[in-house]
């Protein structure tokens, strides 16, 4: 498949926001891809085709195409057939963020897919229409820039001791211990797991397993596949090898090697997108 990939960290002003943006672009035979769980919201804004999501997160949405997508943290990937064409723009949005930027709480997303018109307004409109009129990708990413700049409320933000446990559950060094997290918050796990649904959507043990598994992808994507499961596995925080095999199966649908062969070919899946770590 002949296509384009391309990253871009975000301005300073939204970086706390927005991981990392990308944009792609893609040619070829019709195809499936597999979107996998993240740490992140992903909002889509496609610039010529809409994006078809064949299975949802969430199995008692039916099959739909978008123009603009937003999908909350979820557990189990999204299945995205496309005829062969399709391009658009991705933003890696912290769900710290989602209060800021979308104006709602990243617990009303978990596990959902949106229209991105049903959450962002007339905002996405405008940015599709801006970004489709925009022939380089540089020009598209200032856009994006500019217009999440304007939108961001930066006052709205969840309590410092939500923003500080999921920092430290998504720490790249491996998360901490539950018991240790709510000595250093003074929260109980009852009242810190009732609070991360709303603001988060999934459970904090939840929420580091996603985390992890999304290092171990983008590592396994970093070297093209070839990065021994036992080095993985033991890179990120895994007891073993079949640890690792088991939580990438039960998150992706498919063991580490199975997903890579399937997954190499397809544009989106094939970007080495590291998001930035200043979160807020």
Known sequence: MSGEHVSW?????????????SGYRQDGPPGEHRGLPSPYITVVVTIDEPLHVAAHPDPRTPPASYESLVGGLHTVPAMIKHDGRGSGIQIALSPLGARAVLGLPAGELAGADVDGADVLGGFVAELRERVAATPTWVDRFRIVDEMLARRVNPA???????????????????PVALSELTREIGWSQRYLSRRFGVEIGLAPKVAS?????????RLLIAHRGAYGLAALAADCGYYDQAHLTRE??????????RWWAAEFRNVQAAEDLTPADSRV
Not at 9 to 21: H, K, L, Q
Not at 156 to 168: K, S
């Open 209 to 217: 397993r996603v985390a992890r598994f999304d290092r171990a992808r």
């Open 156 to 174: 709205a933000l969840p309590a410092p001791e939500v923003r500080h446990a999921w920092r430290r559950l998504c720490a790249p060094d491996g």
């Open 248 to 257: 990438f199966t039960a998150l992706a649908g498919l063991p580490p090697a």
């Open 9 to 21: 960290r975000p301005a300073p002003e939204v970086r706390a926001f927005a991981g990392a943006y």
